[in-house]
């Protein structure tokens, strides 16, 4: 099994004033041909957006595009219908399919939002656009399946086989994952998660790529102190 740590202080940098975003693969102006995505995994941008100010509509199409409030609150509005409000313990799933547009602001005209912006490759393109929000409780901690391919155990339906877990351990706290696939990514939020050995602080991420010989490992996840991650079990 290999493991490859990218850190925070590796990733891409874009300050435009009202929106401060660091990218951990390719994205927009930043260019890293070494970091064009990870498996079915495009972009994780984590974001940082003004009081009352946001991301215009645009469009999107053939992409799963998935938001991850971190602190504060992001709204939604989109061209098939959809006006929601996200906040710290819900998580959103767009697929844009054959098209659709939105836009992202943030709600609050005073603190700002912090969040994590999602964009994983479809299995299928020219798919109808749906959208799907949930709260997932803060309260459960552990690692909780947030977002399948079949919707099971109360996930959000994902166009693409992989499994999207959200971490939550406690200061010395312990879990162990076992993967269903080959590859998976490891991004850190909050605290500091120890994975197999790798000492991991907000902000990185860890690639993990089993060879093609072995069985998908199982993953040991040690909280240092508290933690907030997400882990992608994705197709090798």
């Known amino acids: 099994m290999l493991m490859e740590i990218r850190k925070a202080t590796q990733r891409g940098h874009a300050d435009h004033g009202w929106l401060d975003s660091h990218h951990s693969f390719s994205f927009a102006g930043y260019y890293d041909p070494r970091f064009m995505g990870f498996g079915d995994l495009r972009v994780i941008n984590e974001d940082r957006v003004a009081p009352g100010r946001g991301f215009g509509t645009h469009p999107h199409r053939d992409m799963e595009i998935v938001s991850y409030v971190v602190d504060g609150a992001l709204s939604h509005r989109d061209t098939i219908g959809n006006g929601s409000v996200i906040r710290p313990g819900e998580v959103q799933l767009m697929s844009a399919g054959r098209g659709i547009a939105h836009s992202e602001m ?13 964009w994983l490759l479809p299995a299928a393109t020219g798919t109808a656009p749906r959208y799907e929000q949930r709260f997932f409780d803060p309260a459960e901690g552990g690692v909780r399946l947030v977002a399948s391919p079949d ?86």
């Open 151 to 236: 919707g099971r155990d109360g996930s959000l339906t994902i166009g693409q086989d992989v499994d999207l877990y959200r971490v939550l351990l406690g200061a010395g706290e312990t879990a162990a994952r076992p993967l269903r696939r080959r590859r998976a990514w490891v991004q850190v939020v909050r605290g500091t998660l120890e994975v197999e050995g790798a000492l991991l602080q907000p902000g990185d991420g860890l690639a993990i790529d089993a060879r093609a010989d072995e069985t998908p490992p199982t993953l040991r996840l040690t909280a240092h102190d508290d933690v907030e991650a997400l882990l992608f079990d994705l197709r090798g």
């Open 106 to 118: 943030n709600h609050d005209p005073a603190a700002p939002v912090h969040f994590l912006q999602i």
